[in-house]
């Protein structure tokens, strides 16, 4: 079920719409320790983000529409799968949201649990909070649902920096819908018996605010959220 030390990193950023700091991002994961492979998953975006990121060095994977985080990331994984095949390597996976910027290069330590063998995933908990409104209903929903599902719940139950062994990955598939991703994966590893860590990075995203658009995506990641929990409380 677990893996031993890896040497490889492959950083997976699911993006939509990020052309402002999609280069930064990327530049500032390609620093990180182990990453030899980034990969930018560019989920239907409307603007420049393909361009940028590959201008910025990253491998580029275009969906032509619109398929939500999970599918993104799938499709990330799949091509570092890919990847890994063709060079005879096994790489952990970190995936980063596109809008860390430089804040990027302090993902180091997210990393470090899994490539030294002593972790199967690990989870983020930011130095820095930002309040966002109407997010901690989703939090709170997230946090229950676990805490009930497996008697645990990571500070952060949302945070989707995340870095997995491949194993673990695959464990977990096919993931959860959209923007119910983090929980379902937390809830289905634990249970699968997994090493499942915390780890405080000094990492940095952009605030969504409390117009009608967040507010929007919020009941979004709410119904996802309350989607990938309910099969999860009924077995």
């Known amino acids: 079920m677990t893996e031993g030390p890896m040497a490889r990193l492959a950083v997976v950023i699911p993006a939509w719409n990020e052309a402002d700091r ?9 620093t990180l320790p182990g990453a030899d492979l980034v990969a930018v998953v560019d989920d239907g975006s409307r603007d420049a983000t393909a361009r940028i990121a590959m201008q ?18 799938e499709t990330g994984a799949e ?38 063998g002593v972790a199967d995933m690990s989870i983020a908990a930011f130095t820095t909070r930002v309040r966002l409104g109407g997010h901690g209903l989703v939090v709170g929903l997230s946090a229950r649902g676990t805490r009930r599902a497996v008697g645990w719940v990571p500070a952060q139950p949302l945070n989707g920096q995340r870095c997995l ?3 673990a990955f695959d464990a977990a598939r096919p993931l959860a819908r959209g923007f119910g991703v983090e929980t379902a994966l937390t809830i289905d590893l634990v249970r699968k018996g997994f090493r499942v860590v915390e780890v405080e990075v000094d990492l940095e995203h952009r605030a969504t605010g409390t117009d009608l658009r967040s507010q929007v995506h919020r009941a979004r990641q709410l119904a996802d959220v309350g989607i990938a929990l309910l099969p999860r409380l009924l077995t």
Do not use: H, W, Y
Not at 99 to 106: H, P
């Open 22 to 30: 999609i280069a930064d991002t990327v530049a500032a994961a390609s």
């Open 79 to 116: 091509a570092v799968r890919l990847a890994d095949q063709r060079d005879g390597v096994s790489r952990a996976l970190l995936f980063l949201d596109a809008d860390l910027g430089a804040s990027a290069a302090n993902a180091g330590p997210l990393a470090q649990p899994v490539l030294a």
């Open 56 to 73: 910025a060095g990253a491998v580029v994977l275009r969906q032509a529409r619109n398929r939500g985080k999970a599918a993104a990331m």
């Open 165 to 167: 062994t491949r194993a």
